[in-house]
């Protein structure tokens, strides 16, 4: 049972970037599909990116050519880098990991409920 926490959200202006980190353990990274999810107040978590296991990826179109992705697995680490950050990004961002998919098929890595590990969530905020 793999688990995740996230760290590196935090308040910056619209335009600026951050870093998001999500530490895995109890299983390694590389036997799993890890995604970034997003829940903004009032909604539900609405999908940002994956990176299935076996190193491809995939990006909301609202995010699409801002944030990126990326697997450490020496680190046992998932970061979710966003620039060019805009009010419209501020959520309690979440990172998941999942038993791998080997169809890599986009439709459910959309699914919040296809994944079975989740963290606390981190923070951010982009001011105007």
């Known amino acids: 049972q793999v688990q995740v926490v996230e760290s590196g959200g935090g308040s910056v202006q619209a335009g600026g970037s951050l870093r998001l980190s999500c530490a895995a353990s109890?299983?390694?990274?590389?036997?799993?599909?890890m995604a970034w999810f997003r829940r903004a107040p009032g909604k539900g978590r609405e999908f940002v990116a994956v990176?299935?296991?076996?190193?491809?990826?995939v990006y909301a179109n609202s995010v699409k050519g801002r944030f990126t992705i990326s697997r450490d697995n020496t680190k046992n680490t998932v970061y979710l880098q966003m620039n060019s950050l805009k009010p419209e990004d501020t959520a309690v961002y979440y990172c998941?990991?999942?038993?791998?998919?080997?169809?890599?098929?986009?439709?459910?890595?959309?699914?919040?409920?296809?994944?079975?590990?989740w963290g606390q969530g981190t923070q951010v905020t982009v001011s105007s």
């Open positions: 990176a299935w296991s076996g190193g491809n990826t």
């Open positions: 998941t990991a999942r038993i791998p998919d080997p169809r890599e098929d986009l439709y459910y890595a959309t699914l919040p409920d296809t994944y079975t590990s």
């Open positions: 109890g299983s390694t990274i590389s036997s799993s599909d």
